[in-house]
C-alpha cells in the first residue's frame, strides 16, 4: 500500500483515540441536543401563534436564521477541532523524538506530512458530516425546512476547516505546539474581525471598513469562506434586505474563493518544505 495512504490511515485513528476528538465529539452531539430543543420550543411558538401574526414567508425566515445560527456555531466548532488535532501533530513528535521513528523508515518525509494532511481532513470531514447534517436533519424533521445550495454551503464550511488544519500543519512544522495554537487562534479572530467590519462597513457604506475587511481576509481568507457559504445558504428575502445577523451582505467574490484554494495550497507546500529542511 502507498506509504502515504498508511500514515493517512495511522494518523486518523490515532487522532480518533485521542480524548480531544471524544471531548469534541459529546460536546457536538450535546449542541445538538440542545439545539432541537430550542428549535422546537421556538417552532411550537410559531405553530400557536395565529396566521393573522405570522406568515408563511416569516416562518421561513425564522428557520432560516436558525438554520444559519446553529450552522455558525458548527463552523466554529469544526475550526477549533482542525486547529487543536493539527497543532501538536508534527510539534509534539519532534519534541518528543518519537518522529524518529518514522522517518528513519525508507518512506520520505514528504510522505509523512501528506498523509497526516489527508487523515485529518478524513476526520474533519466526518465530523463535519455529523454536525451539520445533525442541524439539517433536526430542521427538516421538525419544520420541512431546507435552505438553499446546502451541498456548496457545507462543503464552503468543510474546506475553511482545512485552510485553518492546513495553517496549523504548516506552523507546526517550525513552532511548538502552543505557538502553533497561538497564531492560528490569533488569525482566525483577525479574520472574525475583520469579516464583522467589513458586513458593518457594508451596511453603512463606508469603503474604509470595507477595505479593512477585504485585507484581513486576503491575511487569511477563512471568515471569507463562511460569509459566501452563509451567502449560498440564506434565503433569497434575507440577501435582499440583509436582515438576518447570521447572513451576509457584503459577499466574497468567486475570486476570494479561488485565493482561499491558493492559501490552503502555499501552506501545504510550506509545511513540505518546512518539514523537509527540519533537523530531526
Known sequence: MNPTLIL??????EAVRRKIV????????????????GFHLLSD??????????????????????FLMGLYAVTFLSIAMAALISADTLAGEINSGTIQSVVTKPIR????VIGKWLGFAALLGLYILLMAGGIILSLWLQSGYLAPHLF????LIYFESLLIMSVSLMCSTRLSALATGAVVFGLYGLAFMGGWVEQ??????????IDIGVISSLIIPSEALWRRAA????SPLSGILGVSPFGTVSVPSVLMIVYAFLYVAVAITLALRNFNRRDL
Open 200 to 209: 458593518f462597513g457594508s451596511l453603512f457604506q463606508s469603503q474604509t471598513a
Open 231 to 234: 451567502y449560498e445558504m440564506q
Open 8 to 13: 493517512a490511515r495511522l494518523t486518523f485513528r
Open 152 to 155: 456548496i454551503g457545507v462543503l
Open 45 to 66: 411558538q410559531i405553530s400557536r401563534a395565529s396566521p393573522s401574526d405570522v406568515t408563511s414567508i416569516a416562518s421561513s425566515e425564522g428557520h432560516n436564521i436558525l
Open 22 to 37: 471524544l471531548t469534541a465529539l459529546l460536546l457536538g452531539i450535546a449542541f445538538l441536543i440542545l439545539y432541537s430543543i
Open 109 to 112: 518525509r514528504s510522505n509523512v
